[in-house]
C-alpha cells in the first residue's frame, strides 16, 4: 500500500504575508485556498490547485505552531524551532496583536470576561468579522491586560517592552486596558459616531494629565487608576455654581470678553449658566464609580448637545472655554484666596481638557465650516486641532497637563457626522 506525503524542507522558515493575514483573519484552508486563487497567484506559473493548497495548509500549520511562543513575544526571539529574521518576528507580533477598529469598538469599555467572549458570535454577526479572529482579538486583549495589571510604571511602556509591540500599537492597547479598567460607556446611541481612534485619544489624555502616575511623577504606580485626591478637590469647585453671586460675576467677565466676538453670542450669554453646570457638575461626580463610568455620554448630552442646538461652530467652542477658564482665574475669590490656588489648578486642569475634547465631538456632529467629514479619520490627528492653539492664562498654568480635557472635547467634537451645513 503506497501513501503520498507533501513533504517541505528548508532553512529559513518560509512565511507568505497574505497566508498570514489569512490566517489571522479566520479563514478555513479551503476559503484561503480560494482567495488565493482569485487574486490570481497561480497566474503565470505551472502550479496546480492541489499544490496551492498542500502549500496553504503547510503555512496554517506553521502559523498554529508559532502561535503558542506569539502568546508570549519575547519567546519567539529566543526559540530554535523556526529560522525567523528579526523584523520577520517582527512583524508577526504586530499583526498578531493588530485588531480591526469595528470589532474593539463593539468591546471598549467592557469586562473582559467569560460572559463578553460568549457574546462574540453577535459581535462577528454585526461587525461581518469572522468569529475565530473575533476570539484572537478578546483573546489578546485579555492576555495584555493579565500581563500589565500588576506591573508598575507607565502602562505604554509595559506594553511595549513585555508584548514587544510597535508605539502605536501598543498606545492602542493601553486605551484598551484602560477603558477596560475603568469600564467606560461607550456603547450608548449617543456616542456610535465616535471612533475607537476618538477614544484612544482620550485615553491618552485621561492617562497622562488624570493618573497616579500623572500627577506625581516619583510614584511608581501603574498609570491606569485615576487619583482619587485629585478627583476629591475637584468637587470644591461647585462653588462657582452654588454661590449665586461668583455665577453672575463669572458670567458678566465671560459674557464681557465674548461680545461682539462671536455671531452666537446672544446663545452664549443665555445658556452660560446651564453650561457651567453641567460642566462643573460632571468634575464634582468624578468620585463615583458610575459617574467616571458615564464620563462621556454625560458630556455629550451636558454640553456638547446644548452647543450643537445652538448653532456654534469649533471656533464658538474654542472662544468660550477659554474666556470660561481664564475668567474663573482673577474672580474674586479666586484672586485673593490663597486657599484657592489649588484648586484652580484642578479646574484648569479639567476645563483644558475638556475643552479640547468637546470641540472634536462638536466637530463630528458637523459644527465645522468645512472639512468635518476628513476630520473624523480614524487617526489620531483626529484629537488635533486644525486651527492654532487658542491662548490661555499665560502664568504657570502651560504645562501639557493643562490641556487634556480640551483636547478630549475637540475629539467629540470632530466625531460627529457632517450634517452638511456649516454649523448643526
Not at 452666537?264 to 453650561?275: G, I
Request: contains cysteine; charged residues 25%; aromatic residues 10%.
Amino acid at each position: 500500500m503506497s501513501v503520498e506525503l507533501d513533504v517541505f524542507v528548508g532553512n529559513t522558515t518560509i512565511m507568505d504575508q497574505e497566508v498570514y493575514q489569512l490566517w489571522l483573519s479566520g479563514y478555513t484552508v479551503g476559503d484561503a485556498v480560494k482567495v488565493r486563487m482569485d487574486g490570481g497567484v497561480l497566474d503565470g506559473c505551472d502550479a496546480s490547485a492541489e499544490v496551492l493548497r498542500s502549500d496553504t495548509m503547510d503555512q496554517f500549520r506553521t502559523f498554529q505552531m508559532c502561535e503558542r511562543l506569539l502568546h508570549n513575544p519575547a519567546k519567539l526571539a529566543n526559540q530554535l524551532l523556526f529560522q525567523i529574521p528579526p523584523d520577520r518576528q517582527a512583524m508577526l507580533i504586530d499583526r498578531y496583536y493588530a485588531f480591526d477598529d469595528a470589532f474593539v469598538r463593539e468591546v471598549l469599555g467592557k469586562k473582559l470576561s467569560k460572559g463578553t467572549k460568549k457574546d462574540l458570535d453577535d459581535v462577528s454577526s454585526k461587525t461581518g468579522i469572522l468569529l475565530k479572529s473575533c476570539r484572537r482579538q478578546f483573546d489578546n486583549f485579555k492576555r495584555v491586560f493579565k500581563v500589565v495589571e500588576e506591573l508598575k510604571g507607565p502602562l505604554v511602556e509595559n506594553i511595549r517592552q513585555h508584548l514587544l509591540l510597535s508605539d502605536r500599537l501598543a498606545r492602542d492597547y493601553a486605551a484598551i486596558v484602560f477603558f477596560a479598567n475603568h469600564r467606560f460607556e461607550t456603547g450608548k446611541k449617543k456616542l456610535q459616531y465616535l471612533t475607537f481612534q476618538d477614544f484612544a485619544f482620550c485615553a491618552g489624555e485621561l492617562i497622562s494629565h488624570w493618573t497616579v502616575g500623572a500627577m506625581d511623577n516619583q510614584l511608581e504606580d501603574m498609570d491606569v487608576d485615576l487619583d482619587k485626591e485629585f478627583l476629591q478637590d475637584l468637587k470644591e469647585l461647585k462653588v462657582l455654581i452654588t454661590d449665586k453671586d461668583l455665577l453672575d460675576q463669572h458670567k458678566s467677565l465671560v459674557c464681557t470678553a465674548l461680545r461682539s466676538k462671536t455671531k452666537v453670542f446672544a446663545e452664549m450669554e443665555a445658556s452660560f449658566k446651564n453650561l457651567s453646570r453641567g460642566l462643573i457638575n460632571i468634575a464634582a461626580k468624578l468620585t463615583n464609580t458610575k459617574d467616571v463610568r458615564d464620563l462621556f455620554i454625560d458630556l455629550v448630552e451636558k454640553f456638547i448637545e446644548p452647543c450643537r442646538s445652538d448653532r456654534w461652530v469649533t471656533i464658538d467652542v474654542n472662544l468660550y472655554l477659554t474666556h470660561y477658564i481664564n475668567s474663573a482665574h482673577i474672580l474674586d475669590t479666586f484672586k485673593h484666596q490663597a486657599v484657592w490656588n489649588s484648586l484652580w489648578d484642578e479646574l484648569f486642569k479639567m476645563l483644558t481638557d475638556i475643552q479640547h475634547v468637546t470641540v472634536c465631538f462638536l466637530v463630528k456632529m458637523g459644527m465645522v465650516a468645512s472639512g468635518a467629514s476628513a476630520a473624523a479619520e480614524g487617526t489620531r490627528a483626529t484629537a488635533a486641532s486644525s486651527e492654532e492653539p487658542v491662548p490661555v492664562h499665560p502664568t504657570q498654568f502651560t504645562t501639557s497637563i493643562s490641556f487634556s480635557f480640551r483636547d478630549m472635547l475637540n475629539v467629540g467634537c470632530r466625531a460627529w457626522p457632517h450634517s452638511g451645513s456649516q454649523a448643526c
